[in-house]
């Protein structure tokens, strides 16, 4: 069964840095185009960053760009997202999606274009 694993939410202050990582089983992970997504309460789940299957393309929402760094290690199976710079607005459970596919995909990706997801990680900003 292919298996997606979050690590490494927590609690940090405004201000603060976490990375998370997600850990992929089950398939050829880069055959597959990564993306994390994260949903605050009362809030729709949106989109965070995305990228491609070689890396060569990244995108971030314009809320999380210049703070937010995506990135993958295909040998290692996981990507990861390096957070800055972390406000309280922050304040979500993050999720690693996987979609098995290269191409085009929406500006902003959409949910439904990812196959498989983890089961989420909660990211606490305190002020």
């Known amino acids: 069964q292919v298996q997606l694993l979050e690590s490494g939410g927590g609690l940090v202050q405004a201000g603060g840095s976490l990375r998370l990582a997600c850990s992929a089983s089950?398939?050829?992970?880069?055959?597959?185009?990564m993306g994390w997504f994260r949903q605050a309460p009362g809030k729709e789940r949106e989109f965070v960053a995305t990228i491609s299957r070689s890396a060569a393309f990244t995108q971030y929402a314009d809320s999380v760009k210049g703070r937010f760094t995506i990135s993958r290690d295909n040998a290692k199976n996981t990507v990861y997202l390096q957070m800055n710079s972390l406000k309280p607005e922050d304040t979500a459970v993050y999720y690693c999606?996987?979609?098995?596919?290269?191409?085009?995909?929406?500006?902003?990706?959409?949910?439904?274009?990812?196959?498989?997801w983890g089961q989420g990680t909660q990211v606490t900003v305190s002020s």
């Open positions: 089950g398939g050829t992970f880069s055959n597959y185009a």
């Open positions: 999606a996987a979609a098995a596919r290269g191409g085009l995909f929406y500006t902003p990706p959409r949910r439904n274009e990812y196959d498989l």
